[in-house]
């Protein structure tokens, strides 16, 4: 058409992921240390069809690669470096918040945060009817984690 190029931003628009998305605001708050924000969207996900338990997985997934990047930063590898390596590689436009994270969490408390993350995936696998309140737990516990509370 017009202009006759097609840019990152047209092709999010038309094959953008929707769910993860939603999943991302809720995920990347809660690893940022801001609960309300976390919750806010985990009550809308969760009202438009989200699983508690993809919420579950998804914030257990993003702590382990926050681990991981954590891990070979405190051997000395520059953390641009290791997040340049991850497979699958991140999204652009989560970088710099991830890269803020893998900074700011410490290799203790990411152990107690991936700890409690399994807990609760394991309690909401034994009890899916208390999964949505295992998960709100975890958001919280996980925020006050990020900012150094817990």
Known sequence: GDGGTVGIEDVDAIVGDASEEAIDRIVLPAAGGKAKTALREFDKAVAGGE??????????????????????????????????????????KLKDVFSAQARAWSAERLGRALALASEAQKAARLSSRLERELTERLVMEVAALAVGKG
Do not use: C, N, W, Y
């Not at 000395?76 to 991850?86: F, M, S």
């Open 51 to 92: 699983s508690p338990q993809t919420v579950l997985l998804m914030l257990l997934r993003h702590l382990q690669r926050l681990a991981a990047v954590r891990v070979a930063a405190d051997a000395g590898k520059p953390v641009e470096a290791v997040i340049a390596a991850l497979r699958p590689p991140l999204h652009f």
